[in-house]
Structure formats: C-alpha cells, structure tokens
C-alpha cells in the first residue's frame, strides 16, 4: 500500500462490513477446528464441516441479531444480509458475550480481545469531530495486528483488515488527528434505492438518455435546500434535540458504559 492509496482513505461503511466478514471466517473455522483458511470445493468434506460449523455460529448470533447473519439476502436482492448497522452491532458487548458458546480454550480469550479491539478501533475510525490520541490508538491498532499474527498464523488478511490495522493510524493522523466519519459513503449508498425507484416508477421511459438525463434533474431538485428543508425532522423524545433517538448523550449514564465505551472515551482527546 502506498501513500497515494493511503490518500484514497478507507471506505468506512466497508471497513465494518469487511472486518466483520473476516472475523465471522475466523470463527468458522475454529469452530470446525480448521487452521486453513480456505473452504475449498464442494465435493470436499472440510467444506461440508466448515458450512455446518458456519450455520451453527449464524444459529447462535441470531438469537441477538434477529436475523441470520452472513446469510442470502431474503429481500430479493444480491448480496448477503450484512449490512453495516448489522456489523456494528455484531461489535457490540452483546455479541460479545456469546462468544463463549462458538470457541472453546485456549483461543476464547484471544478471541474476545479481538472482537474488543476491532469495535474500538472501528468506532475510532468511523468518529467525527474527535481529537484522537494518536500513541495510544497506534499502540491499540499495533497490539491487534500482532496478536493476530502470533495466535493466528494460519489466517489471511484481506486488505480492507490490513489496512485498517496498519495504515489507519497513518490515515487519522493526515485527517488532523480526527475520524474519518464525515467521509462515509452511507449516504452514497442509500441512494442506490432511490436511484432504483427514481429509474422505474418517476423518470422518462423514451431512452436511456432520456432516463438518465431525468433522473439527474430529480436528484438535483431533492439536493435543493428549500425542498430539503421540508424533510420530517426526527427528534429525540428524551431531550427534544436532533442527530440521535436510541442513544441520548443527555440521559447516557456512565455505570451503564461498555468496556468498548471507556477505552474509545480514553482515546478521544477532548473527552478527559
């Protein structure tokens, strides 16, 4: 990876999806108690025992998830159901504690400290307007990268992971020592839906072009900031303001913090 790459950024939404991805493979394959990385072909057993151990991890973590995660897309479309709220949440302390029934020891604690450090890394990554501790986010993003290297040889690292181990260190620093979260493409891709609906149902149907050129007209009259400011304003019940429903930093208790929540408020400069 070269600095030019490094100044592409990472994609935000995609380091979750993707580090998420690749932490659901580790742990289907030490589930199945397979050190290669692989799944192999079909006619092959290890890849009957790898899709058996991969239902049996998707069983455990839809109890909290709601939905089978990693799975076909059941809403008709391509892809899978991860989505990046879903990631997030697989992240999260109450995913975490359900890591007991997948891996057994002596990988268990390895495990969970992996699944700690990739929800605080990425939630460090994914922030906005936070000053960062750039020693000790290097030193958590180095401490990672190591543990994986020493207590999983056998593991490839897709590039997405590499880079948000090795390189995010480099790419906040270049960002003034800040997350990278205003430079998300979750708007990006919510458009894609109303692209779709905009093409089928509200533009011309005479040509392509004539779609196409449409279409732009309709997007730059839903950008304008009269039209905009039309928009339902969504509110917080608790405190009446905007941004934010479920997690109210008003009514937000300090007991109730995750062990996630003290190590990414100690890596945030200017909220000691």
């Excluded at 109890?63 to 159901?81: N, P, Q, W």
């Amino acid at each position: 990876i070269t600095h030019r790459d490094l100044n592409a950024g990472i994609s935000v939404t995609h380091a979750w999806l993707n580090c998420c991805s690749w932490f659901l493979n580790l742990l289907y394959h030490l589930t199945a108690n397979d050190k290669t990385w692989d799944f192999g072909n079909k006619a092959d057993p290890r890849y009957k025992k790898l899709m058996k151990a991969k239902e049996n991890v998707q069983d455990i973590f839809a109890a909290v998830l709601g939905r089978r995660i990693d799975a076909a897309d059941g809403t008709g479309h391509t892809g899978t159901s991860l989505t990046g709220n879903l990631a997030k949440r697989f992240f999260a302390g109450e995913c975490r504690v359900l890591l007991y029934k997948i891996v057994k020891e002596p990988h268990l604690g390895h495990v969970k400290k992996l699944h700690l450090h990739f929800d605080v890394i990425l939630r460090i990554l994914s922030s906005k307007n936070h000053s960062i501790d750039m020693d000790k986010f290097g030193n958590l993003c180095t401490t990672t990268y190591v543990d994986v290297l020493t207590h999983f040889k056998w593991v490839d690292l897709t590039p997405t992971v590499h880079k948000v181990l090795a390189h995010a260190t480099e790419l906040i620093s270049n960002n003034m020592c800040m997350g990278i979260g205003h430079l998300s493409e979750e708007g990006l891709e919510a458009c894609h839906k109303i692209i779709r609906r905009f093409r089928v149902s509200w533009t011309l149907q005479t040509s392509d072009q004539a779609n196409l050129k449409d279409l732009l007209k309709k997007l730059w009259l839903r950008s304008d900031p009269l039209f905009y400011s039309y928009r339902r304003v969504v509110r917080c019940p608790k405190c009446g303001l905007k941004g934010h429903r479920r997690n109210c930093p008003i009514y937000d208790e300090k007991l109730n913090q995750s062990e996630s929540d003290i190590m990414v408020e100690d890596i945030f400069v200017d909220l000691e």
